[in-house]
């Protein structure tokens, strides 16, 4: 099960930070990438960004390099999305994934369909 957190109000030019925690002891140790999808009203979704576990390699949407940047917490099975910067076109609900060793099998991190566990979402709007 994975949980998000963070999800505001907040002006132009503002800064939030979302959490995710995955619970099941049972699972976390198996984690290889979380990532962090987001869908504005009648689009669809797409991948923001992503860490791989092994080796914490990051990657980025076009659309938040250098304005977003995800890291993973000190307890394995937490990840963060720190957002600076933020503009409108930012609004979205944004939904975190995990990846148990599908994407080591070829698949890129921002297909959506690489992804069986999902979030219930976060809402973030930017004024």
């Known amino acids: 099960q994975l949980v998000e957190s963070g999800g505001s109000l907040v002006q132009s030019g503002g800064s939030l930070r979302l959490s995710c925690a995955a619970s099941?002891?049972?699972?976390?140790?198996?984690?290889?990438?979380m990532t962090w999808f987001r869908q504005a009203p009648g689009k669809e979704r797409e991948g923001v960004a992503a860490i791989y576990y092994a080796g914490g390699t990051t990657h980025y949407a076009d659309s938040v390099k250098g304005r977003f940047s995800i890291s993973q917490g000190n307890a394995k099975n937490t990840v963060y999305l720190q957002m600076n910067n933020l503009k409108p076109e930012d609004t979205a609900m944004y939904y975190c994934?995990?990846?148990?060793?599908?994407?080591?099998?070829?698949?890129?991190?921002?297909?959506?369909?690489?992804?069986?566990?999902w979030g219930q979402g976060t809402q973030v709007t930017v004024s």
């Open positions: 994934a995990a990846d148990y060793g599908r994407l080591s099998l070829g698949g890129i991190w921002y297909d959506e369909k690489v992804y069986n566990n």
């Open positions: 099941g002891s049972g699972y976390t140790y198996s984690l290889y990438c």
